[in-house]
């Protein structure tokens, strides 16, 4: 028996996604945007809190 040389063509559907797209509205989106957004801004946020603890004082 012998193997017929070159790649195995696959047969793909890809007419549909796999997974629906998220809403846009309610309860669940609104979470979603927050968190996002917080994991967006936290690391610059937590830089200049670290850079100014670490800084001298002016008075």
Partial sequence: MS???GPIETEQ???HDAVDPA???GFVAGIT???RK???T???RY???RV???SPRRK
Avoid: L, N
């Fill in 33 to 35: 945007r927050a968190v």
């Fill in 52 to 54: 100014e603890a670490r």
């Fill in 3 to 5: 193997f017929p040389e």
């Fill in 42 to 44: 936290w690391p610059g």
């Fill in 47 to 49: 830089v200049e809190m």
């Fill in 23 to 25: 809403p846009t509205d």
């Fill in 38 to 40: 917080h994991v967006a």
């Fill in 13 to 15: 559907d890809d007419s």
